[in-house]
């Protein structure tokens, strides 16, 4: 039996021809730029996230650096951040000419401790960006408190989180801005690359607007130097088709999750732990593993899709070296690193898909 670790074609097949329509319309119209359908999917999003506004951008990439850029964070400033996400997260912030700051992880949700936070704050500290990983929000009332303490700006990366909750919040919601990608595997995925930002703060949101368009302010007008960072409408249209899916896809991703749980329970595989504050969206399902490289390669040769999401941790990346940083400085990361492991979560499988990885994981164990 063949069970990918991602079936695009199968979530496709149930919208295909509202998807083609809502495309259709927009190669239509011509309105190839900004438009209607973008205008719609950022009311939508605000409205749902439980936001006054939403900017839409080119990915979820662009929404973070906009974001950052919007704030002004640049050369001199520092951002707090976790070594174990994908690499976006920290490369916006490099990408502005301020310093990365890592914290490490809690070793039960993967996200930033905020324990740990308080001790990496400097006078140059500008930002505390959280990651919430894998689907689960990170512990925002801690961030928000110490965040408050010293008048940061706290911006979300919700990249893997789209509504995902924490305390009955939305991800995105809590901060001073929270960014979406719409990367095609994402629960909620575009038709190619695709971002948004959601805020509360009118300022921010006016800032956005202009940054995403070359900050431009009148006809050949600049106040400042922003980027092209706007969203498709192409991708808007076909957005707007998946958007009211995304709690029922997001609702059988947990049941998929549940269901692995329960046939992993007391054996040597280590399920996600969701924080009785949350309720996760299952970006992915990561499990930690003895053996971790032979269970993989045991899996990929039986047809069954699996993947390492972070098999190094940003601080070893050679282009941060400069940042100073060596192995053994966040051990939670380098221990998750080198033990965690994804398996297919995705809506469309089947209790017999389900059932299969899971007997080829424990009879390899065992």
Same mark, same amino acid.
């Given at each position: 039996?063949?069970?990918?670790?991602?079936?695009?074609?199968?979530?496709?097949?149930?919208?295909?021809?509202?998807?083609?329509?809502?495309?259709?319309?927009?190669?239509?119209?011509?309105?190839?730029?900004? +438009?209607?359908? *973008?205008?719609?999917?950022?009311?939508?999003?605000? &409205?749902?996230? $439980? =936001?006054?506004?939403?900017? @839409?951008?080119?990915?979820?990439?662009?929404?973070?650096?906009?974001?950052?850029?919007?704030?002004?964070?640049?050369? +001199?400033?520092? *951002?707090?951040?976790?070594?174990?996400?994908?690499? &976006?997260?920290? $490369? =916006?912030?490099?990408?502005? @000419?301020?310093?990365?700051?890592?914290?490490?992880?809690?070793?039960?949700?993967?996200?930033?401790?905020?324990?740990?936070?308080?001790?990496?704050?400097?006078?140059?500290?500008?930002?505390?960006?959280?990651?919430?990983?894998?689907?689960?929000?990170?512990?925002?009332?801690?961030?928000?408190?110490?965040?408050?303490?010293?008048?940061?700006?706290?911006?979300?990366?919700?990249?893997?989180?789209?509504?995902?909750?924490?305390?009955?919040?939305?991800?995105?919601?809590?901060?001073?801005?929270?960014?979406?990608?719409?990367?095609?595997?994402?629960?909620?995925?575009?038709?190619?690359?695709?971002?948004?930002?959601?805020?509360?703060?009118?300022?921010?949101?006016?800032?956005?607007?202009?940054?995403?368009?070359?900050?431009?302010?009148?006809?050949?007008?600049?106040?400042?130097?922003?980027?092209?960072?706007?969203?498709?409408?192409?991708?808007?249209?076909?957005?707007?088709?998946?958007?009211?899916?995304?709690?029922?896809?997001?609702?059988?991703?947990?049941?998929?999750?549940?269901?692995?749980?329960?046939?992993?329970?007391?054996?040597?595989?280590?399920?996600?732990?969701?924080?009785?504050?949350?309720?996760?969206?299952?970006?992915?399902?990561?499990?930690?593993?003895?053996?971790?490289?032979?269970?993989?390669?045991?899996?990929?040769?039986?047809?069954?899709?699996?993947?390492?999401?972070?098999?190094?941790?940003?601080?070893?990346?050679?282009?941060?070296?400069?940042?100073?940083?060596?192995?053994?400085?966040?051990?939670?990361?380098?221990?998750?690193?080198?033990?965690?492991?994804?398996?297919?979560?995705?809506?469309?499988?089947?209790?017999?898909?389900?059932?299969?990885?899971?007997?080829?994981?424990?009879?390899?164990?065992?």
């Amino acid at each position: 039996m063949q069970v990918p670790l991602l079936d695009l074609k199968a979530q496709f097949a149930t919208i295909r021809d509202e998807v083609l329509e809502q495309v259709t319309e927009v190669l239509d119209t011509q309105r190839c730029i900004g +438009g209607p359908k *973008v205008e719609e999917l950022e009311k939508q999003i605000a &409205a749902y996230c $439980g =936001c006054k506004y939403a900017v @839409g951008s080119s990915s979820g990439t662009d929404a973070i650096l906009e974001t950052l850029m919007s704030l002004n964070i640049g050369p +001199g400033d520092e *951002v707090v951040t976790t070594p174990f996400t994908f690499f &976006a997260t920290a $490369g =916006c912030i490099a990408r502005t @000419g301020a310093k990365i700051v890592f914290v490490d992880i809690d070793p039960a949700t993967y996200n930033i401790d905020p324990a740990l936070i308080e001790g990496a704050i400097t006078d140059n500290t500008r930002a505390i960006m959280p990651v919430h990983l894998f689907g689960q929000m990170a512990d925002m009332d801690s961030i928000m408190a110490i965040a408050g303490s010293h008048s940061l700006a706290v911006i979300e990366d919700a990249c893997q989180s789209i509504s995902s909750t924490y305390k009955g919040k939305k991800a995105g919601s809590i901060g001073t801005a929270g960014c979406f990608s719409f990367f095609p595997s994402k629960n909620l995925g575009g038709i190619g690359d695709g971002g948004m930002t959601v805020t509360n703060d009118e300022k921010l949101y006016e800032k956005l607007k202009v940054m995403r368009s070359h900050g431009q302010t009148g006809v050949y007008e600049h106040d400042f130097v922003g980027g092209n960072f706007r969203l498709d409408p192409i991708q808007a249209a076909a957005l707007l088709v998946k958007l009211p899916h995304l709690d029922d896809w997001s609702g059988r991703r947990r049941k998929n999750a549940a269901y692995y749980d329960k046939k992993f329970a007391g054996t040597p595989v280590q399920t996600p732990y969701i924080s009785d504050d949350n309720v996760s969206i299952y970006n992915q399902y990561v499990i930690r593993v003895p053996r971790r490289d032979e269970v993989l390669a045991h899996l990929r040769a039986s047809d069954i899709g699996c993947a390492v999401y972070y098999p190094t941790g940003l601080h070893l990346q050679e282009c941060f070296a400069s940042l100073g940083y060596k192995e053994g400085d966040f051990p939670n990361t380098e221990k998750a690193s080198s033990e965690v492991m994804a398996l297919p979560v995705y809506p469309e499988l089947t209790d017999e898909m389900k059932d299969f990885v899971v007997e080829t994981i424990l009879t390899f164990l065992s």
